[in-house]
């Protein structure tokens, strides 16, 4: 199915403005972005963006500050464990590369906590290179236009590239735009509740549309657990103490945060294994 001219031409005519599309905006930018931005919202990302690489314009200024550092940087943007990632990425990007965002998939891959999503977004959007970039819209986008099902089911790497490759242009620029065009119709028309059909640039070919909006059948991904009463959230009260302190907090303090002993010590527990929070003397704190 040729969707791309229709995409492509729809994406540059109403594309929205995000800071990591515009010119100029390098490959260290472009990793950072591609980071915050799993599983948080865009809104959010962009603030927080820009104070990062002012604050760490390339690898080599994050690789100077102490993890601990990028974990209060990180604040509120949830999963800080990805700070970490981020700022042992940028150790191993100065210590291997030179400090260079490296181009090649597989070298991305072996920077640490960068997955094959990332590592294929950088190496298509910071350096024009032809690699299929799937997403959760990405993948709803091709589930409803090409396959006709209203989901696309549970997430299959193998799979779900080898779909994004029959859609993409031969031509890298093109393909580029095509990567960024499916995965910005799928976040603001093509959405997963009530799409906005009237308004694609492609539901005159869409399967789904066609056979009358079938309701999907297959299987599922698993729904997330919710935040309220988590482990998550108590992670997150603690983590958010230690942000706020410049001294070790103690025991006693993170005790006042949540109720329930037996879960915080767990959630405390899972914040030392994870690296997160470093034990000292007095109490606690982040890595240094």
Do not use: K
Request: one cysteine or more.
């Amino acid at each position: 199915m040729q969707i791309a001219p229709a995409v492509n031409a729809w994406f540059r005519a109403h594309q929205r403005d995000l800071p990591w599309r515009r010119e100029g905006f390098g490959a260290w930018g472009i990793l950072v972005s591609e980071v915050m931005l799993q599983q948080t919202p865009v809104a959010r990302v962009i603030p927080r963006l820009a104070e990062w690489l002012e604050r760490w314009p390339d690898p080599a200024a994050l690789a100077a500050s102490p993890p601990g550092d990028a974990v209060r940087a990180w604040d509120r943007l949830g999963y800080p464990r990805r700070a970490l990632r981020l700022h042992a990425a940028a150790v191993a990007i100065v210590e291997r590369h030179g400090g260079v965002v490296p181009r090649d998939v597989p070298s991305l891959l072996a920077l640490p906590g960068i997955g094959d999503y990332t590592a294929r977004a950088v190496a298509a959007f910071a350096y024009g290179d032809r690699h299929p970039v799937v997403d959760t819209n990405v993948r709803r986008v091709l589930a409803r236009a090409v396959d006709g099902q209203g989901e696309p089911g549970p997430p299959s790497t193998r799979r779900d590239l080898a779909a994004m490759e029959q859609v993409l242009p031969e031509d890298e620029v093109e393909a580029r735009v095509t990567n960024a065009a499916v995965m910005e119709l799928g976040a603001v028309v093509c959405i997963a509740r009530s799409p906005r059909c009237e308004e694609c640039p492609i539901s005159d070919m869409c399967r789904w549309r066609a056979n009358g909006y079938p309701p999907y059948e297959g299987a599922r991904t698993p729904v997330q657990a919710r935040f309220e009463g988590s482990d998550r959230q108590v992670r997150g009260l603690i983590m958010a103490e230690l942000r706020a302190s410049d001294i070790p907090v103690t025991h006693a303090e993170i005790a006042t945060l949540w109720p329930n002993a037996p879960q915080r010590d767990r959630a405390l527990a899972s914040l030392l294994a994870d690296g997160l929070v470093t034990t000292v003397d007095d109490g606690f704190e982040l890595p240094s």
